[in-house]
């Protein structure tokens, strides 16, 4: 049973940061990469940040130069540090995993974890 549990999300003032943390489990096939994508009250969801098994990584442009993302092999865990958030940073924040084995490829998701930044 795969499971990926969140952690981290809340309140926060403007200019703040918090910390998220995803730690996926029960995933029997080879890691391509790891992320977080975002989604505002009536809008699509959107992506935040990846960071391939390689160690690539890939932000959006309005979280560059403020987030940064890593990750933990060996524990199948990423985390993604948010600095000077924004109250437009307010979303429900997804952690998102995506695997392989041979030409099949999966895609699985964290139930999200809310972050709020007040102004």
């Known amino acids: 049973q795969v499971q990926l549990v969140e952690s981290g999300g809340g309140l926060v003032q403007a200019g703040g940061s918090l910390r998220l943390s995803c730690a996926a489990s029960?995933?029997?096939?080879?890691?391509?990469?790891m992320g977080w994508y975002r989604q505002a009250p009536g809008k699509q969801r959107e992506l935040v940040a990846t960071i391939t098994s390689g160690g690539s990584t890939n932000f959006a442009d309005s979280v560059k130069g403020r987030f940064t993302i890593s990750k933990v092999n060996a524990k199948n865990t990423v985390y993604l540090q948010m600095n000077s958030l924004k109250p437009e940073d307010t979303a429900v924040y997804y952690c998102?995993?995506?695997?392989?084995?041979?030409?099949?490829?999966?895609?699985?998701w964290g139930q999200g974890t809310q972050v709020t930044v007040s102004s």
């Open positions: 998102h995993v995506n695997a392989a084995w041979v030409s099949r490829k999966y895609d699985y």
């Open positions: 029960g995933i029997m096939f080879s890691i391509n990469a």
